[in-house]
C-alpha cells in the first residue's frame, strides 16, 4: 500500500436531522423512548442530540471528537459509516466484532456501497480510494458485506437499506422485527430534530372513566393484532392503573370490548393478521431464516389464536407456498392491483406502484417483494417500485420531485432475485402514467392522462419508465 496520510475525522458531517440508520431503527420502532442507545464512532454527536431531544436515552464515543468517552453496553448499539473509512481491512474487523460484543439487542451497521457515490478521479489505496480531502473510502458489495458481518457476528444479518444492516442478538427479537416491518407500519421521525427544542411532557388530565388508560391500551393491541392481550402483553403501568382502581385485567377487557373496539374493525384486524403471518413465515421459509424457528411468546399466541396450533399454521404456510409458485396466479395478482387503482401494468407486463402503496398489495405480491426487500433492505418512500416475476428481478427508481406532471428518475437499484445480487445505477428516466402509478383521483388522472397524450411525441422511448 503506498503511504499517505488519512484524515478520519473529515468524513464526520454535520447534520440536523437523523442519519440513515439512526432514522431507519427509529421507523422501525428499534429506537425509541426508553431502550438505550450507544454510537460507536458518533462524529460530532448530532444524532445524539437529536435522540436527547426525543427523549431516547443516548451516549457515544469517537476516536477524535468524543475520545474521554467510555465504550459501554446498550440496547442498540449504532456503527453507522464508520467501517468505509477505515483503511486497514484487519482493524475494520477489530472495530465491527467490539461493536458487537456491545450490543445487548441489536447492533447497526452501515457502509457506502458500490454505486453510492461516483469514483471518477478519485485516487486507489489499498482496496479502496483517497479523496481530495484526504480521507478514505471503501466502497463493499451488498452481497460482500452481508458475509463480512455474517461470518463476524456468527448471525444473519438483516438489510435495512443498501448498505445498512442490522444484526439481533436474540433470534425472538429479529422474528418480532422482520413480522412488524412486513406489515408495513413505521414511526415518524420528525421529533428526532437537533434544532428542536426537547418538550417537557405536562401530565394528562383525569379522563371520566377511571381505567380510561387501560382500555385504551387493550383496545390499541386489540386491534392491531385482532386478539386480546395477555396480561403480560400490555406496559406495567396499564397493571398498576388497574391495581390502584382494584379492577382485575378481564375486567378492563370486557369494558374495553364493550366501548372501544368496534366489531367490524376487530374483524378486520384478523383477517389482516392472519395474512401477515402468512406473508412472514412464507418469507422466512424462502429466504431460509435460521431464527424462523425462535418466535416470541407473543407470536406463538398470534398463531395458536388465529391458527388453532403451530401445526395447523405451519399446513396452511405451505399451501401458501405452492400457491405463490404459480406464475399466472402472481400475473393475475398484478393485473387486479392494477385495476383496483395500486398501479401499472407497463409493456412488458411489469408492474409499476409507488412504494407507499407495497404494503396494499396481495400477499403473493408482498411476498414477492418481501424477497427483495431481504436482499436490499427497506423500500425508501421516494421510491418507484418496478415488480418483474417472471425474470424475477425487483427495480427501484428514485424519484426527484413527485409533484411534477412528469417526475423524473435519477438512480435505480435492481434486486436480482436469481443472482441474490443488488446493483445501482445512474438511471435517469421519465415517468409517465404517473395518475395510474400513484392511483389518483378521477379528475386528477384525468388531467394526467391528458398531459400524456399532449407530450407523447416528444418521449425519448429509451427514457421512458412506463410506457403508454
Aim: glycine share 6%; net charge neutral.
Amino acid at each position: 500500500m503506498t503511504s499517505a496520510t488519512v484524515h478520519r475525522h473529515r468524513t464526520a458531517m454535520v447534520r440536523h436531522t437523523l442519519s440513515q440508520p439512526m432514522s431507519l431503527a427509529v421507523r422501525h420502532g428499534l429506537i425509541r423512548p426508553g431502550v438505550t442507545v450507544f454510537d460507536y464512532g458518533c462524529g460530532q454527536g448530532d444524532d445524539l442530540r437529536a435522540l436527547a431531544v426525543a427523549g431516547v436515552e443516548a451516549t457515544g464515543w469517537d476516536p477524535h471528537f468524543a475520545p474521554g468517552i467510555s465504550l459501554q453496553d446498550a440496547e442498540i448499539v449504532n456503527l453507522g459509516f464508520v467501517l468505509n473509512v477505515i483503511e486497514d481491512p484487519a482493524e475494520r474487523v477489530v472495530a465491527l466484532k467490539a461493536a458487537w460484543e456491545l450490543a445487548r439487542r441489536v447492533l447497526l451497521v452501515s457502509v457506502l456501497i458500490v454505486g453510492a457515490a461516483p469514483v471518477d478521479g478519485l485516487r486507489r489505496f489499498g482496496d479502496g480510494y483517497l479523496t481530495a480531502r484526504g480521507t478514505f473510502q471503501k466502497y463493499f458489495e451488498q452481497s460482500e458485506f452481508k458475509v463480512v458481518l455474517s461470518q463476524t457476528a456468527g448471525v444473519d444479518p438483516i438489510a435495512l437499506a443498501p448498505g445498512i444492516f442490522a444484526l439481533f442478538r436474540s433470534p425472538e427479537d429479529e422474528q418480532d422485527f422482520l413480522l412488524e416491518r412486513r406489515r408495513g407500519r413505521r414511526t415518524s421521525t420528525s421529533k428526532y430534530r437537533t434544532d428542536l427544542r426537547a418538550k417537557v411532557l405536562s401530565a394528562k388530565p383525569d379522563l371520566p372513566d377511571r381505567i380510561a388508560n387501560a382500555i385504551d391500551a387493550i383496545a390499541k393491541f386489540a386491534l392491531q393484532r385482532g386478539r386480546l392481550p395477555h396480561p403480560d402483553e400490555v406496559p406495567s403501568d396499564v397493571h398498576d392503573l388497574l391495581a390502584a382502581e382494584r379492577v382485575s385485567f378481564a375486567r378492563a377487557q370486557d369494558v374495553s370490548q364493550g366501548t372501544r373496539i368496534d366489531e367490524r374493525l376487530f374483524e378486520r384486524a384478523a383477517a389482516d393478521r392472519r395474512e401477515d403471518l402468512l406473508v412472514h413465515q412464507a418469507l422466512n421459509l424462502l429466504n431460509r431464516s435460521r431464527s424462523a424457528s425462535r418466535l416470541s411468546p407473543s407470536m406463538v399466541r398470534d398463531i395458536r389464536h388465529h391458527f388453532g396450533s403451530q401445526q395447523q399454521f405451519a399446513e396452511q404456510t405451505l399451501e401458501y407456498l405452492h400457491a405463490l409458485a404459480d406464475p399466472q396466479r402472481t400475473a393475475a395478482a398484478m393485473r387486479r392491483a392494477a385495476d383496483n387503482g395500486l398501479g401499472a401494468i407497463d409493456e412488458d407486463g411489469r408492474l409499476v406502484i409507488d412504494s407507499g402503496r407495497v404494503v396494499d398489495l396481495e400477499g403473493v405480491l408482498r411476498c414477492y417483494v418481501g424477497c427483495a426487500v431481504h436482499l436490499s433492505g427497506d423500500i425508501d418512500h421516494e421510491h418507484i417500485v418496478r415488480l418483474d416475476p417472471l425474470r424475477r428481478r425487483t427495480t427501484l427508481f428514485s424519484l426527484t420531485a413527485k409533484r411534477q406532471p412528469f417526475p423524473e428518475t435519477s438512480t435505480s437499484i435492481m434486486i436480482d432475485l436469481k443472482r441474490q445480487d443488488v446493483i445501482i445505477r445512474d438511471d435517469p428516466r421519465l415517468l409517465v402514467r404517473k395518475a395510474d402509478v400513484f392511483g389518483m383521483a378521477p379528475l386528477s388522472r384525468q388531467r394526467s392522462a391528458e398531459a400524456d397524450r399532449r407530450k407523447s411525441g416528444g418521449y425519448d422511448e429509451d427514457r421512458v419508465l412506463v410506457r403508454m
